[in-house]
């Protein structure tokens, strides 16, 4: 069982259970995924399309930085999804790797951005002028 070593204020006996990392937390009925997570001071949170990993930024639900997949769904706002019991909450997960969709490489990387920009600042050929 993950310990919580980072809340504020007891949590009281009014606990129920949900799954962090398939690992079992008590919670409070009434706070957000979000709240849980940082309890059991987890930091990295999620990895985005771009292999990036990441924590979460803003808290409420502006930013996208805390996105993980709940009970079998990707992208959940952890911040803005309240807790219930028996919830399954899998940190890192990023559905590109887990359904094998792509190698988890970003679209346009930004090597291949900075050879386009400087390709369309060189004139075109003569061959290519067309009228």
Known sequence: M???????????????QI????????????ETVLSAIHAVQKNQIMQNDYK?????YCGMGICHS???NIDGKYKQRS??????????????SNR?????????????TSADFEEKVASS???ESEDSNVN
Do not use: W
């Open 2 to 16: 993950l310990n919580r070593k980072a809340d504020i204020t007891p949590i009281g006996e009014s606990q129920i």
């Open 19 to 30: 799954y962090i990392d398939d690992e079992p937390v008590n919670v409070v009925e009434g």
């Open 52 to 56: 990036a990993n990441l924590g979460a």
């Open 66 to 68: 805390c996105l993980v």
């Open 79 to 92: 911040c803005k999804t309240l807790i219930r019991d028996g919830m399954r909450v899998t940190t890192m």
């Open 96 to 108: 590109f790797n887990d359904m094998g969709i792509k190698d988890n490489q970003p679209l346009v």
């Open 121 to 123: 600042d060189q004139p």
